[in-house]
Nanobody
């Protein structure tokens, strides 16, 4: 099993920045890709970004491309989401996810492990 713990959420003003972290523990050797998703009340879970633990490949949703950056530190088993120029529509619970498959995927069904989420609220 793999455990994922997110941190770094909070209240941020529009156009501000925030960095989320996700620490993995357990059978981390089985993870080949990690991603961030978000879910607002009454809405479906939405893909944000993904990163390979093997290559430097990343994958972003169009809505965050150019504003958010996903990165990883394999030595710390941690993945980050740097959020810049945030907008009110970025307000959501953000979830870290991990998959054993190698390819980067945007479907939540392709991920095997999930964190509990961290809330990000953008004030305008």
């Amino acid at each position: 099993q793999v455990q994922l713990v997110e941190s770094g959420g909070g209240l941020v003003q529009a156009d501000g920045s925030l960095r989320l972290s996700c620490a993995a523990s357990g059978r981390t050797f089985s993870i080949n890709a990690m991603g961030w998703f978000r879910q607002a009340p009454g809405k479906e879970r939405e893909f944000v970004a993904a990163i390979s633990r093997i290559t430097s490949n990343t994958y972003y949703a169009e809505s965050v491309k150019g504003r958010f950056t996903i990165s990883r530190d394999n030595a710390k088993n941690t993945v980050y989401l740097q959020m810049n120029s945030v907008k009110a529509e970025d307000t959501s619970a953000y979830y870290c996810a991990a998959r054993t498959g190698i390819q980067l995927r945007r479907s939540a069904y392709e991920y095997d492990y999930w964190g509990q989420g961290t809330q990000v609220t953008v004030s305008s």
